[in-house]
């Protein structure tokens, strides 16, 4: 089953001319995804690998039919109007991939989304990677490095650090370990699909049975997992690594902030949270392995 | 979050409509004088930092006379508080407060909404107020389509009790703060305290507003230096860092430092992480290594190999380093040749005696570690680099070995020598720097491996001479990345024909500075 992402996902590609669009186009066609069309304003006509290029999002939907996705690949400024777009045109699930998208971009984006009921991971995502079936995004680099580091299975990753999404998933593979779908839930402030809502759909996968997450301090996604796993709304095993240990905390906070996070946010309420709802933690990336060994056992998942 | 200097966020504050009390920017006692004597009344003197807490700091005079505004500005210009040396003072009218009140609006990132808040009893220990008088706080998310007009406003305000003209002015205030938070993509503002006065009317008296780092470039008219959160004024290196950021989209470059001079004894290394939460793991690695970072870098995002060699060489602009440690999550996507060559040109052009750890795990890390291991010989110091098996751990071990096994050299920072071109060199522009190609080498070069190390198509053989394949305008505008695979293949053959120059500006300068300063 796998979440968000398959190898039958009709998938879009928003700036598919530009340097990393064109590169991950090839990471993702290589790979498997059915990436059926692309949009460049301006350059419609052209072909990138192989897929056709169109000068709308309406246009690509009139001429290849229904999308399911759409990968955002347009430089930070333009990533508001390109998703605005997509959403307007009725794609229901968006991968925002670009880095330093102003908050207040993602605040439209997001009002926009809730009322048509899409979706949204990122933005500053490396993506979406169901092993064995489809990457959305550019987790991997490569198709053959993608294939070579991640094994199929049934853990779930969500992570809000691209590099440690990857490195989570590689270990775990390494380890013989194999995954359902693995989550860069994206590194800003503000995401569409935090933590909390991937968990969610986690929960509800069949593939799924059980779950590594990987925080970090500030927001209060991981005190959320805490509270949805007290709620019993999340019932299969979880295992966290919070990240941030050495940083200094405390900058971040004004007067009002402490109203939403309420003293959430930092290390050790986060840990201590997660410990209570009966997370397992792992107290560093290379322990995960062995952690999610002694949580299978317990739950007698091999 | 870039910070605005409250006389800054007033200044917004008052554009939008709010009221705020006449006053002054002022840099001398003189001109503290002057503004008393032009302002008529009792005035208040302020210093300008980003800080919270200023009347405990000393930061906050009240004067009646020109006289002591000057002896009192005399007094604050020129002082250190916390990490800041004070430059201005905000010299305003006192006002007769008959209370203090709060609002703010910031960001809630979970409901991805702004959230208003209004506190009645003011902002200090809002925390205890909203659990010990919830009646007394006041938050409302707001959907951004719609806007927080002030007939929100007032009808939120009007059910807390408040009535007639207090009512309107307060909910014009609120609604006014809400509109200059999203004209200026701030991430949060606030108004504390808003005091009401005795004659009834509404101020805002003081005022945070931080603004979206990302969203700086669109309000140019805020003069911010440097867009990221600082408790203290950035260091020049720091603002000669950020100028590289600003000038290359490509991939992220992010330099902060710990300690301007890092002092050899206290086991200081230059940091050069990749990724956010891979960095995070492979500082806490070094740390408990018993090392200390110098500086806190990051290149991610698929970064040029330019703009690897340019964090490097700024990394290396800080003497008294005894290490250098890259890591990222040891799993990258990015293609790590890139970083590779970026480094190597760097500690090349450097010679750095200081052993280096570089892991650089990830997609085509073979590739990156054979480059390192080719080019480790032209390199005093002992360079070693690891991919995606080896823990950041080991590799942090790894680099206490060799500095201990090195005796604990310490880094000396190079002057930058001007590079001056061959006469008659080929060159052509790149979208950061130039490439310059000494074609009378050419003719007697054997192995010719310039134009099959560029896979990227931009040169070719022409007259048994490397030139470029495509247009000058296609190779300034990025075709050529800035790889630097030519430049270390034609080194490689022994020729050093290709010199490719990727200007740092004001590196030089900071370099001959601290050299002289010893
Ligand atoms: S490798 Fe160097 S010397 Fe040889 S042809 Fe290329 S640029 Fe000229
Ligand atoms: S000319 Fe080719 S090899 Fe040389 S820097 Fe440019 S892209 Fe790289």
Known sequence: M?????????????????????????????????VVAGVTPGKGGQEVEGVPVFDSVYEAMEKVGPIDASAVFVPAPLVKAAALEAIDAGVKLLLLVPDRVPIHDVLEIAAHAERKGTKFIGPNTLGVLSPGRAVLGMIGGRPETAR??????????????GGITSAISYYLSRAGFGLSTIVHVGGDAVVGLPHPEVMKLFEQDPQTKMMVMFGEIGTTQEERVADMMERGEITKPVVAFIGGKAAKEGTRFSHAGAIVEGGRGSYASKVERLKKAGAYIAEALMDIPRVVTEVRRKHGLD | MARLFEYQGKQILQEAGIKVPRGKVVETPEQAARAVEDLGTEAVLKIQVWLKGRAQLGGIRFVKTPQEAKKAAAELLGTRVKN???????????????????????????EKKPLVVFSSMGGTGIEEIAREHPDAILTHHVDVLEGFPEYKARGLLSRMGFKGKLLVKLSSTLSKLYQA????DARSAEINPLVITEEGEVYAADTHIAIDDYAVYRHPELGIEIAREFDRPPTELEKIAYKVEENDYRGTFYFFQMVEKPVPDENYIGF???????SMMSMDAVLNRGFKIA?????????????????????????GIIGYFASGSGVA??????????????????????PAVLRLGGNYEEKAIEILETFSRFIPGKIEGYGRDDSPEFCAERLKELVEKGG?????????????????AYSFKTLTGRVYIDHSLCARCQARDCVEACTYGVLKFEDGKPVLAISEEEAARGKCTECLACELACFLDGKKAIHIELPIPGLAEYREKITKEG
């Open chain 1, 148 to 161: 070579q580091w991640f094994r199929q299975g049934d853990i779930g990753v969500s992570s809000r650090s």
């Open chain 2, 181 to 184: 938070f999203r004209k200026y």
């Open chain 2, 272 to 278: 050069h992480g990749a990724g956010g939460g891979g």
């Open chain 2, 333 to 354: 996507s990015q293609e790590q040749f890139n970083s590779a060559r970026g480094l190597v040109k760097a500690f090349m052009e450097d010679e750095i005696e200081i």
């Open chain 1, 2 to 34: 796998a979440i968000l992402i398959d190898e039958k996902t009709r998938v879009l590609v928003q700036g598919i001319t530009g340097r990393e669009g064109r590169a991950r186009t090839k990471l993702m066609k290589g790979y498997g995804t059915m």
């Open chain 2, 408 to 424: 604990r050299k310490v880094h000396r920072v190079k002057p930058i020598k001007e590079y001056t071109p061959p006469p008659g």
């Open chain 2, 295 to 319: 500086n806190f870098t990051d290149t991610s995002g698929n970064p040029p190999a330019s703009k690897v060699y340019r964090a490097a060489k700024i990394i290396l602009s800080q003497p």
């Open chain 2, 84 to 110: 800041f040396v004070v430059e201005k003072l905000l010299v305003e009218e006192k006002l007769k407060i008959e209370r203090e009140l709060f609002a703010g609006v910031i960001i809630d990132d979970y």
